[in-house]
């Protein structure tokens, strides 16, 4: 038989390797089903193999879900939409087994397959399986079958409805715990295709039945699907039945469902409205802020930007900021660092005058924590509360907070502070940054951390670029200039990568007045390392330098450095050689 597309094993060899006892070569096999498959054509695909699947009784957890997953994409092997419904019988099987990921993988199949059904094939097949896999003895299958209702529902006729939603009450009820897991997880799915009368009554009822439940597992899980819920549902109907739940679920005694609460309860303002938001959700919301469980007060923390957004800034400020400013000193350092990140992004939301009065001093305290993230934190939003409360008095007030970090003995807090200084730059202008950071920035250049200097090197490049070229010439490059005299090779280095970054801001004449003869002195270094970045650097002063300073300067220069003892300096001597060599061709 010709093979199709590329040429691989026989066939029957593939075949039998799905009865080997090497479990590589099974699942290689597994893996090559779609060849088979071509290679067999539809016909005998749909009568020879996947019979010989579905009575495949492999125990290797990794095969199964290899097969899981082919299976899935198969329709189009066993002759397309028509005849979809041979795949269901292997597929069933892999959901009952006992591996998670493997019936997962089984029902996610499914609902693809599902998906492309005809509506009389799912009534014919479909259907019948979920209800098979509902009433499985095991409870693998009862847990499988949760994850389909929302596939078979819509197709189903008002009986088989009927039937479909008893066969899931019955799985919200079930005896065993993992059963009402997957059925509480998917409920909102469910819910998704179910009649709005229906809504009201069945499914509410579920749910109810569900955030009752004995394990906080199951409770957990019929949380984290309210909010789906609450927006199929008329505000009124969800104000009566999901907003009590919820602020129930706020004060649960289990500090997992509380966690899921406070991931949720966001997502819930829209379904509800604004009232009962401001009465209601906001409450929970201060419990949870005040929660205490640290993992409980982080999730919350997360939030309250948006739920600043949602209440009215009168409100946030009354209810609200208390709770930041008890949790910008909160005991848990992780709890501070998650509400250094988000509390600067409040500041719009309140405008000038409440960031002043209340921000600014909780954005003081964080600059100065002892533990470097919170730090990080606070300078990575900086330019939010710029926006709203200018320029001058953010320099008043935090300035001296920066300049402190600045020397801050967490190498990725300087780090930060460097990040942010172009643009710090740019808003304080020229003037004031002469005055008052200039110094710094040649400060970085000397630091011990290599990626603060090479950070540094590329900040003094930023700053040449807003401020100009003869801004940089008068207060840059003098000073870093005077820095290739070093006594440490590592700071001489930093300084020749500075150059590299420079001389396309600042231009033609100035790098061959200036900084090529740096450069071209920096060559007779005794320390190789410093020789080949020489190398480097001139490599990326051709392009901008004119074609005979080259051939004049640049070039003798790297033909004694490609007969130095060193091999790398000859290396990258030589590399450089040929771009030469290159801009004198053209």
């Not at 026989?10 to 096999?29: T, Y």
């Not at 399986?129 to 189903?156: D, N």
């Not at 007060?297 to 209810?319: G, N, S, W």
């Amino acid at each position: 038989m010709a093979m199709v597309d590329e040429p691989l094993y026989p066939i029957a060899i593939l075949i039998d390797e799905l009865k080997n006892d090497d479990i590589q070569l099974r699942l290689n096999s597994i893996r090559r089903l779609s060849t088979i498959a071509r290679a067999l054509g539809e016909e005998r695909t749909r009568k020879e193999l996947i019979p010989f699947l579905s009575e495949n009784n492999d125990d290797d957890d990794e095969v199964l879900l290899a097969m899981a997953e082919e299976l899935g994409t198969f329709i189009v092997y066993v002759g397309g939409v028509e005849y979809a419904h041979v795949l269901l019988p292997p597929l069933e099987t892999l959901c009952t087994v006992e591996e998670t990921v493997v019936r997962d993988k089984a029902v996610e199949s499914l609902c693809r397959i599902g998906s492309q059904m005809k509506v009389s094939d799912l009534v014919d097949w479909f259907i019948p399986l979920v209800k098979r896999l509902g009433a499985g003895e095991w409870f693998t299958a009862r847990v499988s079958a949760c994850g389909l209702f929302h596939i078979a529902y819509p197709s189903a006729s008002d009986l088989l409805r009927a039937e479909l939603r008893s066969v899931y009450s019955q799985l919200c009820h079930d005896d065993m715990p993992m059963v009402r897991r997957s059925a509480a997880s998917n409920l909102a799915k469910f819910a998704g295709t179910v009649e709005t009368v229906y809504l009201t009554t069945d499914i509410l009822s579920f749910f109810r039945d569900l955030t009752r439940d004995d394990q906080d597992s199951v409770r957990l899980l019929a949380v984290e699907g309210c909010a789906a819920l609450g927006k199929l549902l008329e505000p009124h109907d969800c104000v009566a039945n999901i907003l009590p739940v919820i602020v129930n679920f706020s004060q649960d005694k289990s500090w997992r469902v509380r966690h899921m609460v406070a991931n949720q309860l966001y997502e819930l303002c829209e379904a509800v409205g604004p009232e009962p938001t401001r009465s209601e959700l906001v409450p929970a919301y201060v419990r949870l802020l005040r929660d205490n469980e640290a993992e409980v007060r982080i999730a919350a923390a997360v939030k309250v930007t948006k739920f600043c957004k949602v209440v009215r800034p009168a409100l946030a400020m009354q209810h609200i900021l208390p709770c930041v400013r008890e949790l910008s000193s909160d005991s848990s350092q992780y709890v501070r660092a998650t509400i250094a990140s988000v509390i600067m992004s409040i500041a719009p939301v309140l405008g000038k005058e409440a960031t002043i009065e209340l921000l600014l001093p909780i954005f003081l305290a964080l600059l100065k924590d002892e533990f470097p993230d919170v730090r990080l934190n606070i300078i990575s939003n900086l330019d939010q509360v710029n926006q709203v409360i200018g320029i001058d008095l953010l320099s008043q007030s935090l300035l001296p907070a920066i300049v402190e970090l600045a020397e801050d003995r967490h190498w990725r807090v300087r780090l930060a502070i460097i990040e942010y200084i172009p643009l710090l730059a740019s808003q304080l202008g020229v003037e004031f940054f002469d005055n008052k950071l200039g110094a710094l920035c040649m400060q970085w250049l000397g630091d011990q951390v290599f990626s603060i200097r090479v950070a540094a090197a590329n900040n003094l490049k930023r700053l040449a670029e807003e401020f100009g070229p003869e801004w940089a010439m008068q207060h840059i490059v003098p000073q870093v200039l005077d820095i290739i005299n070093n006594n440490h090779y590592l700071y001489r280095m930093t300084i020749l990568y500075a150059i590299s970054l420079l001389a396309p801001v600042m231009g033609a004449d100035v790098t061959c007045q200036t900084l090529l003869p740096v450069v071209i002195n920096a060559a007779k270094d005794r320390i190789p390392n410093i020789k080949f970045n020489v190398a480097k650097v001139l490599q990326s002063l051709i392009p901008i330098v004119d074609p005979m300073v080259v051939e004049q300067t640049i070039r003798p220069c790297l033909v004694e450095l490609t007969e130095d003892p060193d091999v790398d300096v000859r290396y990258f001597s030589s590399d450089a050689l040929q771009a030469c060599d290159q801009v004198m061709c053209s």
